[in-house]
């Protein structure tokens, strides 16, 4: 790490905390489910996951291994491929009329993220859904402690949702994700089976795989701890705390990974090494961003996802307008990063050599340029729309996508460089086509 980078600011944090769960990797590992859940104290058992898994091989797997451990279980499958607010209400009446003592999901991210959504909401119901986000959107009433015990199992190589206290979630009324962020809502234990990854469509890896790529990227560029504000309580800590040395450790790691394996796991199936190495690069990532934040690459995304049209994406069953989490993120970010790279060039400078850019002869002065190259070469040999015109946005389009862009205050903070909405607006308008 680059000492500087962490040097003490009148005022700032002078300590970080970090929290990961209990993590389990390796193929076949998805039938230590019901001795994993046992091992939680669990005897009756929500099981989340999603229509498309519920009748495949690994849903097949968790349940007889549930099942064999003498578990009662309940399947709760309404969750539609962007986890949104409808979803979370069904679940938490699922929750709340089913007498469990545990939850397992198993599914993208967001399954995860509604059954973490689901539990909250069906234990310690409230009168007003937005009353657990924070300010400005909601009234940031403090998310209750007393969750149950979650085993987690993700089954794609992006979110990290399994080793995070994130859910992120679509309102559908406001059209737009926001994030509800609770070291409560961490899950106990991960069971992470990169097997699960075989059967994935080339897109699906490839959004999957920027979606990690931009979570570690964005996390060791993300504003330092020290520069975050004191807590008075240390117990009120969020875990969006900006860089630390500890979400630094595994977004390197990370993000060697994305530049070693990404172009082999999108475009050869059968690279199970390519594969494996993307669903632990996911998982790292998730420990890192999960314990720092992301910050305008992801803020940019959700502009995307609020205002698309007539859109859909290759390898993904959904009507339109679609487009999948990873790739609204990939399309802003080569913008993103010539951007932020001028208020930390040696972070970028370090993040583009993890991701194999071309250094030859560069400096930390052109980090931003650097890795925006590399990031527009990675799109290309993964099939990512190139910018914002291959989701079906123009120019005169920017203003509305910077205006919703505005309400993710919190990762907008956690850009290294001080962001206004002006900024916003060049960086989509540079980010058109590349
Ligand atoms: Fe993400």
Redesign the pocket.
């Known amino acids: 790490m680059g000492c500087q980078y962490f040097d003490p600011c009148d005022h700032g944090a002078d300590t970080f905390t970090i929290a990961i769960p209990k993590v389990t990797f390796g193929r076949g590992c998805l039938a230590e489910a019901g001795a994993r859940a046992l091992g939680l104290g669990m005897n009756r058992v929500a099981l989340f996951t999603d229509a498309a898994l519920h009748h495949g091989p690994y849903f097949a797997t968790v349940m007889d291994s549930l099942r064999a451990a003498g578990l009662d279980v309940a399947v709760f499958d309404e969750i539609t491929i962007e986890a949104d607010d409808a979803s979370v209400v069904r679940g938490a009446a699922f929750i709340a009329d089913g007498n469990f003592d545990g939850i397992v999901s198993l599914g993208g991210g967001s399954v995860m993220d509604v059954a973490k959504a689901s539990m909250l909401y069906g234990l310690h119901p409230v009168e007003d859904f937005l009353d657990y986000f924070v300010p400005p959107l909601g009234a940031g009433k403090p998310i209750p402690e007393v969750l149950l015990p979650h085993l987690a199992c993700p089954t794609t190589s992006g ?1 990290g949702s399994e080793c995070t206290s994130i859910s992120v979630l679509r309102i559908n009324e406001l059209k737009t994700k926001f994030v509800l962020a609770n070291p409560a809502l961490m899950a106990q234990q991960a069971l992470i089976d990169p097997a699960c990854c075989a059967s994935l469509a080339p897109m699906v890896v490839a959004s999957t795989g920027f ?1 990690l790529l ?2 570690a990227l964005e996390c060791y560029t993300a504003k330092a701890y020290t520069r975050w504000a004191r807590v008075d309580d240390p117990n009120k800590r969020t875990l969006i705390q900006g860089a630390n040395p500890w979400s630094d450790l595994a977004a390197r790691k990370a993000l060697e990974i994305v530049g070693e394996y990404l172009d082999r796991g999108v475009n050869d199936a059968d690279d199970l090494q390519a594969r494996d190495q993307l669903m632990w690069g996911a998982s790292l990532a998730g420990m890192a961003f999960g314990n720092s934040g992301t910050h305008l690459g ?1 803020a940019l995304s959700y502009g995307v996802t609020h205002l698309m049209q007539d859109i859909t994406t290759d390898g993904y069953a959904v009507g339109s307008p679609f487009v999948p ?1 990873g790739i609204s ?1 990939a399309v802003s970010a080569p913008s993103v990063f010539r951007y932020t790279a001028a208020a930390a060039p040696e972070r970028h400078f370090e993040a583009a050599s993890y991701l194999q850019a071309d250094l030859k002869g560069a400096t930390p002065d052109d980090s931003g340029e650097a890795l925006a190259t590399r990031l527009i070469e990675l799109m290309r040999k993964t099939g990512v729309p190139n910018g914002l015109s291959g989701v079906g946005f123009g120019l005169s389009d920017v203003p509305a996508l910077a205006q919703s862009t505005s309400r993710q205050v919190r990762a907008i903070a956690n850009s290294p460089r001080e962001t206004n909405l002006v900024d916003i607006e060049n960086i989509y308008s540079s980010a058109i086509s590349y």
Do not use: I, P, Y
């Open positions: 979110t979606d931009c979570h992801h989490h993120v």
